[in-house]
């Protein structure tokens, strides 16, 4: 019951801190000094910035993450609980640790220190889902 209420109320407050943070990244529309730097998918796809509805939505969340990322962080943290919680073999908690540590990797090209605090918590998490893992399926390994 316990694992139940764990998960759903991560469910939970991860829905919540995604729309907080589509929000907050949906300031980037008035932002247009930032267009350049803080809308890579949107450059990736050739997309011509006009009048800032063209930004696709994935780089709000971007955005949000390089202006407050609080709510991506914690959004994070609750997307390993649940997948940690809800994992039944060995396999899929070790190919999560590798999921959120390859997305660490790839905020670590960044200068700013708010997407250098992101990198930690996707590190932590990695290395969290490891000991889950450990701890979890102790009888496959032997000490």
Request: with cysteine; hydrophobic share 55%; charged share 10%.
């Amino acid at each position: 019951m316990s694992r139940f209420v764990t998960v759903t109320t991560s469910a939970v407050i991860l829905v919540i801190m995604l729309f907080i943070s589509w929000y907050e990244g949906s300031g980037i529309i008035e932002d247009s000094l930032s267009w350049g730097s803080s809308t890579p998918l949107t450059n990736q796809l050739g997309i011509d910035i006009q009048t800032g509805k063209e930004i696709v939505v994935a780089d709000y969340f971007y955005y949000s993450l390089k202006t407050n990322p609080l709510y991506m962080i914690v959004a994070f943290l609750c997307a390993g609980v649940i997948v940690f919680i809800c994992s039944r073999s060995a396999m899929s908690v070790g190919i999560c640790a590798v999921v959120f540590l390859a997305l660490a990797l790839a905020f670590f090209a960044s200068s700013s220190l708010k997407m250098m605090t992101m990198v930690f918590v996707l590190l932590f998490i990695a290395f969290s889902g490891k000991l889950v893992y450990r701890m979890r399926f102790r009888e496959y390994h032997s000490i």
